[in-house]
Nanobody, 124 residues
Framework: QVQLVESGGGLVQAVVSLRLSCAAS????????MGWYRQAPGKQRELVAA???????NYADSVKGRFTISRDNAKNTVYLQMNSLKPEDTAVYYC??????????????????WGQGTLVTVSS
């Protein structure tokens, strides 16, 4: 079983910074990419930022220049540094992992796991 444990959410005022962390544990064969998604009340879940095992990154236009995603491959951990937070950044943030696990019977299998979500609330 693979588990993602998120931390770092909370209530902050606008302009303040916050850092989210997500640590993966369990039987992981390989990780292709990790990322952060968010879902605000009444809205669909959207990609915030993602990073591949090679270090390539992808950001939503709304967070470019303010958020930075990074990862520690040795620790299977991904971080999201959020600066200049705005009230519209308020959402539940979910960590996502895409990779592979190994099955004794089926070999290398595709894996996608979601974290439980961490609430970020930005007040004006």
């Amino acid at each position: 079983q693979v588990q993602l444990v998120e931390s770092g959410g909370g209530l902050v005022q606008a302009v303040v910074s916050l850092r989210l962390s997500c640590a993966a544990s369990g039987s992981i064969f390989s990780i292709n990419a990790m990322g952060w998604y968010r879902q605000a009340p009444g809205k669909q879940r959207e990609l915030v930022a993602a990073i591949t095992s090679g270090g390539s990154t992808n950001y939503a236009d709304s967070v470019k220049g303010r958020f930075t995603i990074s990862r520690d491959n040795a620790k299977n951990t991904v971080y999201l540094q959020m600066n200049s937070l705005k009230p519209e950044d308020t959402a539940v943030y979910y960590c996502n992992l895409r990779g592979n696990y190994y099955s004794d019977y089926q070999g290398v299998m595709y894996l996608e796991v979601w974290g439980q979500g961490t609430l970020v609330t930005v007040s004006s």
